[in-house]
């Protein structure tokens, strides 16, 4: 969102400079063009027509060389643009969770890399909120995502997605969840997903949960993400004191 507002704001910057340089570049032509018409049919004497007609046909020439030197600034940054788009289309990845499973505090997901570039460092990002618990804060968590071979049941440490392959398990294991206390000066503080559960078990409230797929490319470094699922919720009085994520995906509202 804040990208295309910047280049919203650039191109209606770029197009009133157009504007102005077009409109002063016109007044100058028309004023030369005028002024030789009406010299020429003695509307008008000048003392020193010579002269004048040097300073208006120079600061014609002037005007056409900064139009088209802006001009041709303005094909640069085109270019420059679409070279950069093409560089991204080429080796950005785009991610895409395909299928997920839910195995106690693990979780499984089938992802796709529609896109040109190879994610690597993948993660799940789990964040747990509530906000009828005035002490609670929910932040996002980080586990780290390995590849899975689901006939082996094998895990291994390679945690990218190439492109254009086809979609890959991987496995989150005891996913982990983390959260910080209201108005306190303490840094967040992780723990299993279950153990945070039973501490607010003892209230009455619902908890929403939010997975997120995140890695990043391997040429530009930005990060790219996908959505596991919708983010579901559930009344921690319809489970059990210490819910695994299956559980409270299963109870889900």
């Known amino acids: 969102m804040e990208l295309c507002c910047h280049q919203s704001r650039y191109l209606e910057v770029d197009t009133r400079i157009h504007k102005l340089v077009t409109a002063v570049f016109a007044v100058l032509i028309f004023a030369f063009a005028g002024l030789m018409l009406l010299t020429s049919l003695e509307i008008i004497s000048v003392s020193r027509p010579l002269a004048v007609n040097e300073a208006l046909l ?27 788009k093409m560089l991204a289309y080429e080796t950005e990845p785009s991610l895409e969770v395909v299928d997920k499973e839910f195995r106690g505090n693990d ?7 529609y896109g040109h ?7 799940l990002q789990c964040r747990v909120t509530c906000p009828e618990v005035e002490w609670y804060n929910g932040v996002p ?3 780290p995502l390995k590849r899975y071979d689901p006939n082996e ?6 945690s990218s997605v190439r492109p254009q392959e086809e979609p890959t398990t991987y496995i989150a294991e005891s ?3 983390a959260r910080t206390i209201r108005d306190a000066d303490s840094d967040f503080d992780e723990s299993g997903f279950e153990t945070l559960l039973r501490e ?13 797929v995140r890695g990043q490319s391997t040429v530009t470094g930005e990060d790219c993400c996908a959505n596991v699922c919708d983010d579901f919720t559930a009344d921690l009085a319809m489970v059990s ?3 695994s994520l299956q559980e409270v995906y299963q109870f889900q509202r």
């Open 117 to 123: 570039g190879i994610a690597q460092e993948l993660k």
């Open 175 to 177: 996913v982990r969840v």
């Open 241 to 243: 004191e210490s819910p």
């Open 200 to 212: 607010l078990s003892g209230e009455d409230c619902d908890v929403t949960v939010r997975l997120e």
């Open 58 to 84: 120079g600061a014609t020439l002037t005007a056409i060389t900064a139009y088209l030197l802006y001009s041709q600034t303005r094909i640069f940054r085109r270019q420059a643009d679409i070279e950069e």
């Open 153 to 158: 049941e094998r895990t291994f440490e390679d």
């Open 107 to 113: 979780v499984l997901v089938e992802i796709s890399n």
């Open 141 to 143: 968590y980080e586990t």
